[in-house]
């Protein structure tokens, strides 16, 4: 194709967000996927079981959003199917929510031993059966969300679980922060593919108390709140393309106001 001045873009139509939360556990992730836009649930663990904090059930509330979910997946090939049902098939569902990634990622690994005709990922030694996990992850099932997102214009939202890791630093000494809870491999791929990577947890305040001797000692206290953390840091992490507070309200309307896809969609309405 080629090229000339009068193909420069000037204005951009924004397109969907490729948001991915991952937190502590019993946090409320799949709950917010719940109140996404017109969701449709690829399970690979059985997250709709529980209840929503008013006390309905989270199918009821899937339903009265509009929402639906698909059989729990048990197989890596089962997801797929899931995606190219979406690709192929016409439906009025603006969101995909899988739930959850790093349980997607063990049936990715049970499927990458199986095409090597291993019992085992790790039989086919050296990091092999990584390496050949993270070309499927990213042929296959990234290659699913990203024809979702663009051709089918489907916001997606992908939840995962969180875990402390040390964290090497070359400028200072060693800490703990909390990551997606994922191999190196498909969770640097599921970075760079997400447009948000938010951290849910509980909002914790700080209290001095005296513990004698003219001496104070800080304490934790959950209040309960549950946030969103959306810049990367120390204790955590994160990032967003959109230019969103530290921190927001774990509700799906605070991540939606700060997204250009959304404030559009509301004003040709």
């Given at each position: 194709?080629?090229?000339?001045?009068?193909?420069?873009?000037?204005?951009?139509?924004?397109?969907?967000?490729?948001?991915?939360?991952?937190?502590?556990p019993g946090v409320g992730k799949t709950v917010?996927?719940?109140?996404?836009?017109?969701?449709?649930?690829?399970?690979?663990?059985?997250?709709?079981?529980?209840?929503?904090?008013?006390?309905?059930?989270?199918?009821?509330?899937?339903?009265?959003?509009?929402?639906?979910?698909?059989?729990?997946?048990?197989?890596?090939?089962?997801?797929?199917?899931?995606?190219?049902?979406?690709?192929?098939?016409?439906?009025?569902?603006?969101?995909?929510?899988?739930?959850?990634?790093?349980?997607?990622?063990?049936?990715?690994?049970?499927?990458?031993?199986?095409?090597?005709?291993?019992?085992?990922?790790?039989?086919?030694?050296?990091?092999?059966?990584?390496?050949?996990?993270?070309?499927?992850?990213?042929?296959?099932?990234?290659?699913?969300?990203?024809?979702?997102?663009?051709?089918?214009?489907?916001?997606?939202?992908?939840?995962?679980?969180?875990?402390?890791?040390?964290?090497?630093?070359?400028?200072?000494?060693?800490y703990n922060r909390y990551e997606i809870k994922?191999?190196?491999?498909?969770?640097?791929?599921?970075?760079?593919?997400?447009?948000?990577?938010?951290?849910?947890?509980?909002?914790?305040?700080?209290?001095?108390?005296?513990?004698?001797?003219?001496?104070?000692?800080?304490?934790?206290?959950?209040?309960?709140?549950?946030?969103?953390?959306?810049?990367?840091?120390?204790t955590h992490l994160a990032k967003n393309r959109?230019?969103?507070?530290?921190?927001?309200?774990?509700?799906?309307?605070?991540?939606?106001?700060?997204?250009?896809?959304?404030?559009?969609?509301?004003?040709?309405?």
């Amino acid at each position: 194709m080629a090229y000339d001045l009068a193909s420069l873009e000037t204005q951009t139509n924004p397109r969907p967000p490729r948001i991915l939360v991952y937190g502590v556990p019993g946090v409320g992730k799949t709950v917010l996927g719940i109140t996404a836009p017109k969701p449709v649930f690829i399970r690979t663990e059985d997250g709709l079981d529980g209840k929503m904090p008013d006390g309905t059930l989270a199918i009821d509330a899937l339903q009265a959003n509009n929402g639906a979910t698909f059989p729990l997946c048990k197989t890596f090939e089962e997801v797929l199917e899931c995606l190219a049902t979406l690709a192929n098939e016409e439906h009025d569902f603006e969101t995909l929510v899988v739930d959850s990634c790093d349980w997607l990622e063990m049936l990715l690994q049970s499927y990458t031993a199986r095409k090597s005709g291993h019992a085992s990922i790790e039989d086919a030694g050296y990091g092999k059966g990584y390496i050949d996990a993270k070309r499927h992850f990213e042929e296959l099932y990234l290659g699913g969300i990203n024809y979702l997102n663009v051709e089918k214009s489907m916001t997606i939202m992908q939840v995962a679980h969180s875990s402390v890791v040390k964290f090497d630093s070359p400028d200072v000494d060693p800490y703990n922060r909390y990551e997606i809870k994922m191999h190196k491999h498909t969770s640097n791929l599921l970075q760079e593919h997400s447009d948000c990577i938010l951290f849910a947890n509980y909002k914790i305040a700080t209290t001095k108390t005296d513990v004698g001797f003219n001496k104070k000692q800080n304490r934790a206290v959950g209040t309960g709140e549950r946030i969103l953390q959306t810049n990367d840091r120390p204790t955590h992490l994160a990032k967003n393309r959109y230019g969103m507070p530290d921190q927001i309200p774990m509700e799906w309307t605070a991540i939606a106001e700060n997204i250009p896809f959304f404030n559009k969609h509301k004003e040709s309405q």
